[in-house]
């Protein structure tokens, strides 16, 4: 009986439940979107900022306060030894580490033109940084002695290109070099020469002191926190050397990220308010046009509580079938909106489907207040049509 009042309840209010259907199913897709976006966020946002280059930095103690991997080692005078500081990296090395890669700096000069030299493992420039644009090409060979790549503010103050030559001189010695590539990083890099590490130490007159080097540089995946942990992993197997995040790096995406989940939170409670909104518009017609079956229903033996039982069971069933329906157009709206924020789909979580039809029952029941005003119809009022 209970089951057949609700069908026919539904079947003879089908115009105005529907006017609340789709409501709930527009905020529901919404909310489902947003919370697969929510979900997945973290993971995008690595991935973006992996991008973005190196984020951990090993220098020298004294550079503790830069803020950029280059400027940890260039305002440094100091050095760090290139065997330990690698053999560390090598014993906490695991999936999240991208690239890793030494860093020689000192200053040289082309044609009598002072620049920043800056010796590494070429063929890992392209791992550690992602996002530079280069003209020409790569360096593949670690240890190519006769290549290097160009920063594009160096090129553009040389008058260099692709496969041209260039003498780099310090104190007396020179070595040419071919350019294999002109890298455009739209940061400090964009002023510097990269050429092979070892060379760059011979070239210094560093060749007999053992392996020293600037900085070691890192591409960590993983959120702020997991780099600030395997930083501090790095540090207490370095006591005398100086590791931390780059902090511009590491902060930036932590600030952005706090700020998205903030955004989607008050996203969703306004969402849910103007679901709940529509809801009770439609619920309160509805209590105006159910007076006289409410009435009868009570001058039949029903209990308030039996008839309002029926009324929820209704308005929770709305929100349980807009809330299914909302779930599925929100993995497309989901997977819309990470193809045009990130450049590549949303993963769907399906535990933001219970969440997502939990949140519309609610908003639902919250809408059905109106039909509190039920419980106070007297059958005889209604009985004598007034």
């Known amino acids: 009986m209970f089951k057949r009042l609700l069908w026919q309840m539904m079947m003879g209010n089908r115009g105005r439940l529907t006017v609340a259907l789709v409501a709930v199913v527009s905020g529901a897709a919404v909310i489902s979107a947003l919370l697969n976006l929510q979900f997945d966020i973290e ?12 984020n951990i930095v090993i220098a020298p103690a004294q550079s503790a306060h830069a803020t950029t991997a280059t400027d940890s080692a260039i305002d440094s005078p100091s050095l760090i030894d290139e065997d330990a500081a690698l053999a560390a990296v090598d014993r906490n090395r695991n999936a999240e580490l991208e690239a890793a890669a030494p860093f020689f700096y000192f200053v040289a ?49 040389l008058k260099l290109a692709p496969a041209s030559k260039l003498d780099l001189t310090y104190q007396g010695r020179s070595v040419r070099f071919t350019v294999a590539g002109i890298a455009d990083s739209g940061s400090n890099e964009d002023n510097q020469i990269f050429i092979d590490e070892k060379n760059a130490q011979q070239l210094a007159g560093l060749g007999g002191l053992g392996s020293q080097i600037s900085a070691v540089q890192l591409n960590v995946r993983g959120t702020p926190d997991d780099i600030a942990q395997y930083a501090t992993r790095l540090g207490a197997a370095l006591p005398d050397d100086d590791v931390h995040p780059i902090r511009d790096v590491a902060a930036g995406e932590g600030a952005l990220l706090s700020r998205i989940r903030l955004l989607i939170a008050a996203m ?119």
């Open 43 to 54: 993971r995008k946002l690595t991935q973006e900022f992996r991008v973005l280059g190196a």
């Open 109 to 157: 000069t082309v044609n009598k033109t002072p620049v920043i030299a800056a010796g590494t493992w070429l063929d890992q420039l392209r791992a550690l940084n992602p996002s530079w644009q280069i003209q020409g090409s790569w360096v593949e060979a670690r240890g190519d002695q006769t290549l290097c790549i160009v920063g594009r503010n160096v090129a553009d103050r």
């Open 268 to 386: 969703v409670g306004l969402i849910l308010i103007l679901t709940a909104l529509c809801v009770l518009a439609t619920m309160a017609a509805l209590a105006m046009e159910r007076r006289e079956d409410v009435g009868l229903m009570k001058a039949l033996g029903g209990s308030i509580s039996r008839i309002m039982a029926l009324f929820l069971t209704e308005v929770g069933a709305l929100g349980a079938a807009g809330g299914i329906a909302g779930c599925m157009a929100g993995v497309i709206l989901s997977r819309w909106m990470g193809d045009r924020v990130f450049g590549a789909s949303i993963s769907p979580r399906w535990d933001a489907v219970p969440i997502t039809v939990g949140m519309m029952i609610l908003a639902s029941m919250a809408g059905a207040l109106p039909l509190r005003m039920l419980g106070k119809v007297k059958p005889a009022v209604i009985l004598r049509g007034e």
